[in-house]
């Protein structure tokens, strides 16, 4: 019955043009983007909307009148039609969402963070594969044009090695009233983070405060160290002056600024520090190379398009997108470990990247749209 | 004659206006400028200029002609008309040079920091006290009008409690040959914090790399905790694309940006969360407040005449400076903690306090100028 | 009974609740904001929406089923239960839509510029006169925070005398085809400035250029004289680099920029000249102050809403809106005269301000919602 | 008696290396900086310093040892191992002075602008053409690092033709007692105008007022129209909130920023308009270019070396210096005419170029350094 719809085959099979029929869980804070995108998605059918609050239900019925609407989850599984479910509910419930769809024959595509553990998530990952099901998490940000025009320079080799990553993510508000701002801004840069870089920290540290809540920490420093050799600061805040999303990239050869939302969100600076050898002059000289600082024009469009096109694709090729899921995986087992350091004085934190690493490092680049 | 200059009774005597007899010892970097301000200091007569490079004494000599120049520090030591030593030397010689000044009966002024270790910094302390010699740290920053300016607003209780402190100091070089980069950026910051909180970290942790010269790290980042439950993210580097000195701290009612060499170097935000107890709701609720932002009118002088003035100041009145080298003797452990930790992986230092909270504690200000 | 709505009597009436039936005409650039608006306004129901344009009438039909559509503008004003005409088409049209309008017994809201030249606008004012009609015309910036928030100042003195106003509004694009920069742009600015100086210049100069399409000047600088003696220098354009929307204005108290879209858009500058005079010392003395700089709190809300609430209210009220007829008046004849001097050669064009000045100065302030 | 030392040959002779000995005229506010790096330039002697307050010169006497000090400027005449007068005094002394070193076989350097007059200008360019001496003016910001990379960018063809220039230079004073604000400010502005574009405006208009002290103007808004279609706006001011030395060209090809004294000087815009003519579609098509932007890197040295260095390598090589002197009268030219305009109610005045146009576009470039 599933078969019709939501098998690999049916959806990828050469002539066919079906549409994918979807159903979108969740109506809070990102839910309603979802949905808005997918209806204006090619070969993508909004089958259901699935929500607890019966009156956001209604709003979207009214709005998306193709698409029924239901407060019960078993309804949408049910559904052989829906070949596909979107998943943005709050964190702790997304292994059982997700892994019940997956049983169901359905591929899912879930909101970061994966799962509230890396234990969870390495569980639907596995679930997925048992399955043959494409599972994606929704990491926007290695869809928005800045972050893949940095990963390009990466890919060029423009910025040489990297030496290390300080990044900032900072406002005033919103705290969140179960999980700690590591929990809610850390996978931004962790994902970005992952995605340039391929490459998982051995170790992880973080400090920091619960200064308006007790328990909900709301300033975190986090620090990460990777094999090779890169050094990465991650300041992650809800209590700021003004709000700050700036990463500073430096490496042997140029630097480069991403400031998300300012008019220029990347900004490479030629500049370098050349060491020469102490062969000759029996101790080593250091010069320091100031050159331009270009701007380059960078295409608008709107990631979150491209991100539920990738996962149309990848569901019609049957592809199980290796590189997302442990890009997702990975995401939680940071958050998870700096979580874990932050609540225990900053003590260092080892991960456990066997399994994951060769996947983040073997397919190094996601196809660019 | 001499002998009543340089005693601390004659210097301090009520009727006295006899000058000051100086020497400036080291005349690297930051020597000139001190030799420059103490030429214009009133009641201050510079004796002596003393550097190993006799090149660097001529061209001094010729600018400074009441002085007498030498490469033999003895010499310095032996005029009874040298009531007072500035020491501007690398590091490592600090203690050695101070030392035998106090030991000659001079005071001394030494610049920052104090000492290449805690232990020679508070052997020194301790050998003032027992000269009964005053002995300064040149920590110019907490003569800086900005830095000044803020401390006034804590101490009205503009900012309210203090959550947390986020520092960045980075800048393209300059590399040092034999110290990390927290010995030679830090001591800045450090100082500040201690001026602003009058209070020492109880432990440090720093992550870092020595991304050009093996061994020598060139980017850290310090995390402290302080017994009030402050935190502060110290971000030190001497590879950056652009030139930062920029200090966030959030208060529970006030949000301050000092930014050294802006325009507007000061920044106080009237932002912040407000929290309402969940007695009648059942839960807490947070709601968040934005006012003005205003940047106030900073005066403009030199911070370096100002501490020279109170050195002399305090030679004359007998002060022996207790906040002041409590607050030296404090930013050489932190230098000292944070520069292990770096060596050691990151591990947390924790530091004695006992013998310098008291001090930095008990006089809870610098008098203002 | 339909009369007893569009009557002024029947709207206004103490006891009245009816809602006002309005029609939205034209629906190109601005117009459906206005739509949208309209829809969310109290007391206000959508009763028609006319456009030449078939295939966006059946855009918004489908969006606002209450409303009736219609390419045939005499539809909307035979209709009896439609109180309020609202105009957004191009320029040339205005004059005739709101004249008809008029005649047949509707309230008129039309976009900015009132009318193709001064003639046409005075004679439209005349009109809604006779008719006893509340004519309006949408210079939507004066209704926006950081203007209101500067005419408080101007109104408490803060600023003291103004001295001159320097603004600019520039950004790449988009040309207009049939009418230069200062018919596009201006307006925003000269609206700006009766606003917040409650005076009409007394002659206006242009110099510019047609850079890129023969006939149609893309780049403005337009000066005016005051009788107060303010003086002031607007630069408009279609070409520039980066996107600027700037006013200065310089006080002989205080001085303002006004930067919109900035995140502070208003910034209070405590500085000026002291100007002493020559009584003593037998010739003049100057001194420069410079104190805090503000950034006061802006709050946000949209602009439109609160001028078509205007606009309702004022037909409730019977009130003729003196001060914004006069105002939109004088906006189409500044422009009308800058127009005439840039297409000839930068002369000098007086404005005949009899009848306007009046209403503009007599009523110095609109209601602040 | 003077050949033997001023006479050019004797100064440009292939195997002289005698240096030319020079005179500073005029110790006010930059006369200090001329005679500090005249005594840094080789092959030049400071034989004379001058100026008519006894206080000043005693200090300078001091400094500059090898120099005689007078106040008698008939001394430094009648020297004949003057070869050369530097003349840094009040603009309305500039010609009596000059015109007396020319005609006493000097060759003459004169601080902007070179007379108070168009006519005193260009007398002064015949004098020294008749006296077959160099006669240059200190516009020295055409010696600057922004201004010259923007000259060679013009030169290439990196801006395509040029649409209009707008350029800010505003700040908070110094107000002068004897001339308007135009006189002060204007000539930076006008020179580096005229090196770039080698050309001189048709007609200049002014606007402005006499805010603070009654009949100087202290803001001025001059428009200028050139032949070659360009317009300019230049914006002076004593009166405003924050320093802004800016100036915007908009070019076919690309657009420039100039922000003198931003840590990024010159900016460069590759964003247009692209007209597509209306052969094919009836009507023309417009379409808007945005792509990167350059931040090129810009040496730092001190103009006023190499300006001084261009005076002495004239000397010594007989050049006339056509292009500067030609550039020193249209600056003069410009000023006296916006004067006259502000003085006028903004009349247009309209420039006689006959004599100066050839000089100024015949040599395209000064010679870079």
Redesign the interface.
Known sequence: MLKSISSPNAISGAPSTDPIGVAVVGLGYWGPNLLRVLADTPNVEVRWICDLDRERLAKFEHRYQAARVTTHYANVLADSSVGAVIIATPVHTHYDLAAQALRAGKHVFVEKPLASSSALADHLAELANGQQRTLMCGHTFIYSPPVRAIKRMLEAGTLGDI??I?S?RVN????Q?DVSVIWDLGPHDFSILLYWLSELPTNV?A???D???KGIAD?A?V?M?FAS?I?A?V?L?W????KLRRT?M?G?ER???YDDGA??PV?L???G?V?RDPETFG??H?S?R????????IESHEPLGVELGDFVKAIRAEDRMEFHTALARSVVRIVEAADHSLRN????VCLDNSGISDQLAGRREVALA
């Open positions: 030496y290390f300080s900032s005033l508000g919103l705290h009233r540290r400090v920091g405060r200064s308006i809540v300033v420093f620090t160290n050799g050094v600061n300041e805040s209590l700021a002056p003004s500073v430096v042997s630097m480069v600024i008019s220029e900004r600076f030629d500049r520090v060491y101790e080593y250091l320091y100031s050159g331009d600082i270009l701007s380059p024009k004085g900053g003590v260092q």
